[in-house]
């Protein structure tokens, strides 16, 4: 009996020694997944404290990840190896947004251009589109005033480019002797993921100032009198000075033609001024003045007040004043100090020169 104990203590330690033996010299399979779990965790805490605003690209740990769980042939994973450390992987996507930019547009000028190809008078406008960014163009327009506070379409521009230039003529449904202000309005919509603000979608420009269309032609009369009685009871009909400017096509100029005209006796044919179809009807008193009434073949009449300004027949265009904002920055970097100078010595007024007695325009009395 003592026997059988002793065999058995002797198995029963050279289990142990064997088992210990064996737990030494083998490798802990779960150890080495545990291992590589901690080290694709650091690489993906490093690749994480180092994304920045300037670098969008995803951590470089797939290899890392992988690793821990890359076998050759049949391998059993410990379940404890995953609740012990398990890994993680944390990709970052990170991008700038900015919200949607609009800015007005610019209109350097309005000319007043005479085309002599088809005799036509226009308004030309130029300047340049508003500046955008992040945002697409859903209407630009030309509007006009005609000095009331009703701003009414006149022209749409399509495929706007940002900053860019444009010219545009408008010559429909401007009347002769009127003056117009133009403005451009322009809507977007934003292309970012950051909409546009209430009310800045829309961005109009600063109204122009006004430019007169001018006719083709304009009368000025002057020195007109009055029929009456002489000393010696003699009627001495009335008469005025009459002058007719014209644009003349084929020259691209100004033309006159001025004559003293008297009005005809009662029941007697006028003449007719330079061939215009018009004759002087009659010379009268008004409240506002003396007047001179012109008529034609069909019965319209023209109402001339002696020694009234017409509008000039090649009136000034408008320009901006202000500057092309676009070129602010450039300006400013341009620019120098300069010294003050002097204002010039004001001159003496000179008296006004009497009118002559003969008076008039063109000779004949104010009265």
């Known amino acids: 009996m003592q026997n059988i104990d002793k065999i058995a203590i002797a198995v029963a330690g050279l289990v142990l020694v064997v088992g210990f033996a064996w737990s030494y010299l083998m490798k802990d399979q779960g150890g080495v997944y545990s291992d590589a779990i901690d080290r694709a965790s650091d690489r993906i805490n ?4 180092e994304q920045n605003l300037g670098s969008q690209s995803a951590p470089e740990v797939a290899r890392e990840v992988r690793s821990a769980y890359s076998f050759q042939g049949e391998t059993r994973i410990p379940e404890w190896a995953f609740y012990r450390r398990p890994a993680r992987l944390e990709l970052f996507s990170t991008s700038v947004v900015l919200p949607p930019e609009l800015s007005e547009s610019w209109i350097a000028s309005v000319e007043i ?28 327009n030309l509007e006009m005033s005609d000095g009331s506070e009703d701003w009414s379409k006149v022209a749409s521009f399509s495929g706007v480019a940002s900053g860019a230039e444009f010219t545009h003529s408008v010559d429909a449904s401007l009347e002769t002797g009127k003056s117009y202000r133009y403005r451009i ?36 009369v002057s020195g007109a009198q009055i029929g009456k009685l002489d000393s010696n009871g003699n009627f001495v009909p009335g008469r005025v000075t009459i002058q007719n400017s014209f644009w003349d096509w084929d020259s691209a100029s100004t033309k006159r033609n001025t004559k003293i005209i008297t009005e005809s006796a009662q029941g007697e044919p006028g003449i007719d001024l330079f061939g215009s179809g018009f004759i002087l009807e009659r010379i009268q008193d008004t409240a506002d ?11 319209r009449r023209m109402y001339l007040k002696n020694n009234a300004d017409p509008p000039p027949l090649v009136p000034d265009g408008w320009t901006n004043l202000d500057g092309d904002p676009a070129n602010a920055s450039e300006a400013a970097s341009d620019a120098v100090a300069t010294p003050e100078v002097a204002p010039d010595e004001e001159k003496p007024v000179q008296p006004a020169k009497p009118r002559p007695s003969s008076g008039g325009l063109f000779g004949g009395g104010d009265d």
């Open 185 to 220: 309005v322009t809507r977007g919509r934003s292309t970012s993921s950051i909409a546009f603000s209430a009310g800045t979608d829309v961005v109009t420009s600063e109204a122009t100032g006004a430019v007169l269309f001018p006719s083709d032609s304009i009368w000025r």
């Open 46 to 49: 490093e690749s994480s404290a």
């Open 289 to 299: 003045g003396r007047t001179v009434v012109l008529k034609d073949s069909t019965g």
């Open 113 to 140: 251009v005479r085309l002599a190809a088809d005799r036509s008078t226009i308004h030309k406008i130029s300047g340049r589109h508003c500046a955008f960014e992040r945002t697409e163009i859903v209407s630009c």
